[in-house]
């Protein structure tokens, strides 16, 4: 059983950047695909972009492409989500998940972390 805590949201302007990290404990992390999701106000749950736990092979919504990107550290049990030009779209709460592989409904969930991009 993974717990995961994500840390890193906050309020940022258009064309800005955050940094998210999510911070699992628990056993056997190394093995398990990390994804972020997000879910903006009156909108369902997205995916954003996922990483294998094998190979590191990442996966990004066409929406992030170009502007996110993912990244782990499995002796820290860390997963990074760097995220740059940032837009008003990309307004939401942010969840880390964690499962043997990437899909839609993972297996555990973080609290979640808001990200507001405003002027």
């Known amino acids: 059983q993974l717990q995961l805590v994500e840390s890193g949201g906050g309020l940022v302007q258009p064309g800005g950047s955050l940094n998210l990290s999510c911070e699992a404990s628990?056993?056997?992390?190394?093995?398990?695909?990390v994804g972020w999701f997000r879910q903006a106000p009156g909108k369902e749950r997205e995916g954003v972009v996922c990483?294998?736990?094998?190979?590191?092979?990442?996966h990004y919504a066409d929406s992030v492409k170009g502007r996110f990107s993912i990244s782990r550290d499995n002796a820290k049990k860390e997963v990074y989500l760097e995220m740059n030009g940032l837009k008003a779209e990309d307004t939401g709460v942010y969840y880390c998940?964690?499962?043997?592989?990437?899909?839609?409904?993972?297996?555990?969930w973080g609290q979640g972390t808001q990200v507001t991009v405003s002027s």
């Open positions: 628990g056993f056997g992390f190394e093995y398990y695909a």
């Open positions: 998940s964690a499962d043997p592989e990437c899909k839609v409904e993972m297996r555990y």
């Open positions: 990483i294998s736990g094998s190979d590191g092979y990442a």
